[in-house]
């Protein structure tokens, strides 16, 4: 179910039965029929999402258990990516690390005008989310280039990562 359907069935539950007390019991009935249709196609639909995610987390947990067996370091730019694959085995120690890109990079690689706006408002939030997640739960890591460093928009992996940061835990 969508976020706030829980919240807004309830909220809009009482008017719709002192409605459908109103309007008589066949109307009532009839309405019973479609909205369950309604629900009913609702539900369908989110199972097909909530699959569809769970094939997705699937196909990234092959290649990241791929690349750990390559002890190959494995840079994720989405925590909602990062978190079902690495989090669960997160004190086991993960090749995996969120990469922490500065404001100023980030206006290079996707400028704040044009069709890249979206994917520069999509690259802060997650950062910014990372950010608060690592310093309230130790997860994930995330290196960051601090104020004093610059990050090269062609190699913002590569560039960011203060000097000694680790890569892999």
Excluded: N
């Amino acid at each position: 179910m969508p976020r706030y359907a829980i919240t807004t069935a309830l909220a809009w539950g009482p008017l719709i039965a002192f409605g459908m007390e109103l309007t008589g019991r066949w109307a009532a009935r009839i309405f019973a029929v479609v909205v369950v249709w309604f629900w009913f196609v609702s539900v369908t639909r989110e199972v097909g999402s909530k699959r569809a995610f769970a094939s997705a987390v699937d196909e990234h947990r092959v290649a990241l258990q791929r690349a750990q067996g390559m002890r190959v370091p494995v840079v994720l730019a989405s925590i909602h990516v990062m978190y079902p694959l690495v989090a669960a085995d997160w004190g086991r120690g993960s090749p995996s690390v969120f990469v922490d890109v500065p404001d100023s990079a980030l206006t290079v690689l996707f400028p704040e005008t044009g069709q890249q706006f979206d994917l520069l408002r999509r690259a802060t939030t997650e950062r910014d989310l990372a950010r608060v997640h690592s310093r309230r739960f130790g997860f994930p890591d995330a290196p960051h280039a601090g104020p004093a460093r610059h990050c090269s928009a062609l190699h913002p992996v590569r560039s960011c990562a203060a000097p000694g940061t680790r890569i892999s835990k």
